[in-house]
């Protein structure tokens, strides 16, 4: 972990801080190995020039974060201190002061700002996001790994699913069976709520898992994934128990020629924005423009859902080594709504996409 | 749901508020009654006297939020869109300036502030965090009854994980085979991360389930709970596979007199700190002061961890209708940790134990 605090030390050089604030799960765990969710407590990661890094952190996982592998020092509190006063206090028998201070703006609450400002009243402010984001952006070999794995994990999800279908299961059952399978994989934790929506039920891009019972000619739709050894998978699939109309069949096939579309334009120094509006055009062209109510896709690593955000007016270049979803969808109120999602992993030349469960409409009877 | 709006208005009116913007994910919920998990897009409830509640959310989610009986304004925004720029124009439509507006300094980071003070930059901001945080302690009926069943499902929960004990299964097939069971009950999901702790890992306060396999004469610790129609379930129990040692008796002993003597102080009037003094004191007598490492419990509701936090220095008395838990727990390293946790409903009398699984010792044989 000592390259990334390295890495993100320099670049912060260039803003001019001395130091750091940084306190986020997500970036906690990239910078330190140890994830943890401290629910309202406080933990970070400080980082002033010239001494080892400092994790903050309660006591009692103090010894948590030794087993995950954290090498530096630590401080920690009991839950009846003031966990500003013991940073303050250890920096002040270090005779370190920082002087300018990186903190992540789109994370740190004004609550915890004005206590941090009130512990160091002398220090000026800056901002880390765009620093730690840009690091986190590009995957190492050994990102990717973790990601393909975590990839392929999301397509068992899926298979084990679509194999727990018949008539009269609930949307419930589904998701108990194949987050069960998952688990006896090792899996503890899924990326996100997994999402396994019935008939009508699809229309909704955001719609939550129930008793609804399964019926013939039903359209399913599975969005999932896992967290493996602290990376996340993404996987959305549509299929057809039993028939399904020419209209639900056109939208198939519609969100498909968008999905591959958006894949194969994912090159080196294309606009991630022009992706989105790849698809879109495709979409809009087939009649379907206002059902896609959504960006086409987001970043995913650490966090499910992080930076870039793949929404049309975005001009960042792809690179070589980002990691994002394609998932089009069209949702058409009582006909029903179809959306296709890979994570791809972007090359020098062809991206390479992480998820493999198949495209082509599969029906089920 | 407008009963609850207006209650907050008033609280806000005393600190000079004319308006606010709610945009935590449980305090929308509360306002609203629509659950969601914007990830990183915005979500808000904006209230400026004198107009109709405004809720901006991503347009995809009007549909949802309307089903969940949001009967309001809605300022809807597409991911392309600056959703800051959608709900300016939309109060200048209705020709509305806030002046004072209450904002959640707990919650809001501070770029999503900057961008709120560059949208209305003449408008003063303070704080709501405390007027709603003041309004959610003390539950109403019907949430002591969604409180109830939440803890009877986490009940259940650990009733399943016990009858899933053997030798050789690991922690994480009964973490599946106890949530497989609950989300048949209709459980979408859980409060948490489920916790199944064999033996010596059980000395983790915040240990995570693998592969470990359980082994006779085992500690086994469960922590779990449930979300039931949007509020928290949290139990924790300690039972011994086989035969425990003489030391692991007493802890449990311990442990177990310390949390009865806790509850049976949850009176109105008395300050949450003392009852962590209670606890804290007990244990410590018993010789093991050193391993209690954390606070005693915390407030929950929406939230698994809201307020209050139930620390040694927190004068906050009881009052009825709160909703807590009280958890001692000790980890003695190598020997093992034991935590035995009820979520308790304040009355004018005694407190209620929601959660009621036994908390003698269970030995499974």
Redesign the interface.
């Known amino acids: 972990m000592l390259d990334r605090i390295d890495n993100l030390l320099a670049e912060l050089k260039k803003q001019q801080a001395d130091s750091c604030f940084i306190s986020s799960t997500a970036n906690v765990y990239y910078l330190s190995g140890y994830y943890?969710?401290p629910?309202?407590r406080i933990i970070g990661i400080i980082l002033v020039d010239q001494l080892d890094p400092i994790f903050l952190l309660?006591?009692?996982?103090e010894?948590?974060a030794r087993e995950a592998g954290w090498k530096h020092l630590i401080v920690g509190y009991?839950?009846?201190e003031n966990p500003w006063h013991c940073l303050q206090e250890f920096l002040k028998k270090q005779e370190k002061q920082p002087a300018v201070m990186a903190?992540e703006?789109?994370?740190?609450?004004?609550?915890r700002?004005?206590e941090l400002q009130e512990t160091f009243p002398n220090v000026t402010y800056t901002?880390a996001?765009e620093a730690i984001q840009n690091l986190r952006l590009i995957k190492t070999k050994k990102e990717h790994d973790l990601l393909r794995t975590a990839a392929e994990l999301a397509d068992f999800g899926v298979k084990t699913g679509v194999e727990a279908l018949k008539e009269g299961v609930t949307e419930?059952?589904v998701?108990?069976?194949l987050?069960?399978a998952l688990?006896?994989q090792?899996?503890?934790?899924m990326s996100?709520?997994t999402m396994v929506l019935f008939g009508p039920k699809t229309a909704?891009?955001?719609?939550?898992?129930?008793?609804t019972k399964l019926e013939k000619n039903n359209l399913v739709l599975f969005d999932l994934g896992v967290i493996y050894e602290g990376y996340c998978s993404d996987i959305t699939r549509t299929v057809a128990f039993g028939n399904i109309t020419d209209q639900q069949k056109h939208i198939y096939d519609t969100v498909l020629g968008a999905q591959e579309r958006a894949v194969e334009a994912s090159k080196a120094g294309t606009a991630v924005g022009e992706l989105?509006k790849i698809a879109r055009n495709y979409i809009t062209e087939q009649g379907y423009g206002e059902y896609f109510?959504?960006?086409l896709g987001h970043g995913l690593g650490i966090e499910?859902?992080e930076y870039p955000?793949m929404?049309?007016?975005n001009t960042l270049p792809i690179e070589p080594g980002m990691c994002f979803t394609i998932e089009p969808g069209i949702?058409v109120?009582e006909v029903g709504g179809v959306r296709i999602e890979d994570m791809l992993f972007t090359t020098n030349y062809m991206p390479i996409e992480l998820t493999k469960y198949p495209k082509t409409l599969q029906i089920i009877s």
């Open positions: 943890t969710d629910h309202e309660p006591k009692m996982e010894k948590d009991y839950d009846h903190i703006k789109n994370h740190l609450t004004i609550q700002y004005n901002d996001t419930l059952e998701v108990a069976t987050e069960h688990k006896k090792g899996i503890r934790e996100f709520q909704s891009p955001h719609g939550n898992p129930d008793k989105d109510t959504h960006r499910t859902h955000s929404h049309s007016e949702y109120p």
